[in-house]
Nanobody, 124 residues
């Protein structure tokens, strides 16, 4: 089964950029859709961005459109979330999730493989 580990979080100022990485173990990474979710304190986990197993389809939450980009490098078993123009509202723990032959759908219940998360904090 695939295992994933997130990295790249940190403390930044509003307007800055961060690139999150999600590294996966296993030879079948290319058969998994990869998705980013986030969870702020006191709030439910919410979808941020997803990319299909083939890489041919990406989905972004409305809050991410125009600022975030999701991509994958199957040779490196890694999916990235490039976040630009960060806002304080983006502050959350960001999680990576995987679904076999998925489409990058936004429903957390579809995913059984999750990482431990990486903290992103955006200050004014």
């Amino acid at each position: 089964q695939l295992q994933v580990v997130e990295s790249g979080g940190g403390l930044v100022q509003a307007g800055d950029s961060l690139r999150l990485s999600c590294s996966a173990s296993g030879r079948t990474f290319s058969t998994y859709a990869m998705t980013w979710f986030r969870q702020a304190p006191g709030k439910e986990r919410e979808f941020v961005a997803g990319i299909s197993w083939s890489g041919g389809n990406t989905v972004l939450a409305d809050s991410a459109k125009g600022r975030f980009t999701i991509s994958r490098d199957n040779a490196k078993n890694t999916v990235y979330l490039q976040m630009n123009s960060l806002k304080p509202d983006d502050t959350a723990v960001y999680y990576c999730a995987a679904e076999l032959y998925g489409s990058g759908a936004p429903s957390p219940s579809r995913y059984v493989t999750w990482g431990q998360g990486t903290q992103v904090t955006v200050s004014l």
